[in-house]
C-alpha cells in the first residue's frame, strides 16, 4: 500500500508565499518523479510542477513559472512546493501525485501518475 499525503495548504493574501509538502510513503515503493496538479472550483486538473527523482530535473506549467519553485528531499521521500507572489487565481485544490517508474506519457499528464493524494486546499485572498 502506497500512501501520499500533503500538507501546508490553507489561507493566504495576495502576495504572500506558502509552502506545499508531500510525503510518499510505502513498504517497497520506490519514485521517479512526483508531481503536482491543481484543481479551482469548476475547472479542469492542471499541472503544477513535477520532479525527477534521481536527477532533480524540474518541469513546471506556465501558471507556476517564475512564481513557484518545486524541491524534494530524498532522504525523506518529500517534495515541496514553494509558492510565491500568489494570485487570486492561485485558489484551488493542490494535489500531488507520485509515480514510481518511467512513465509512458510526459510528467505533464495526470495519467503518468499511478498514486495520487487527497489534495490540500489554498486560498489566496484578494
Known amino acids: 500500500q502506497v500512501q501520499v499525503v500533503e500538507s501546508g495548504g490553507g489561507l493566504v493574501q495576495a502576495g504572500g508565499s506558502l509552502r506545499l509538502s508531500c510525503a510518499a510513503s510505502?513498504?517497497?515503493?520506490?519514485?521517479?518523479?512526483m508531481g503536482w496538479f491543481r484543481q479551482a472550483p469548476g475547472k479542469e486538473l492542471e499541472f503544477v510542477a513535477a520532479i525527477t527523482w534521481s536527477r532533480g530535473n524540474t518541469y513546471y506549467g506556465d501558471s507556476a513559472k517564475g512564481r513557484f519553485t518545486i524541491s524534494r528531499d530524498n532522504a525523506k521521500n518529500t517534495v515541496y512546493l514553494q509558492m510565491d507572489s500568489l494570485k487570486a487565481e492561485d485558489t484551488a485544490g493542490y494535489y500531488c501525485a507520485a509515480q514510481p517508474q518511467i512513465p509512458r506519457g510526459t510528467l505533464y499528464s495526470r495519467e503518468s501518475y499511478t498514486y495520487w493524494g487527497q489534495g490540500t486546499q489554498v486560498i489566496v485572498s484578494s
Open positions: 510505502g513498504r517497497t515503493f520506490s519514485t521517479f518523479a
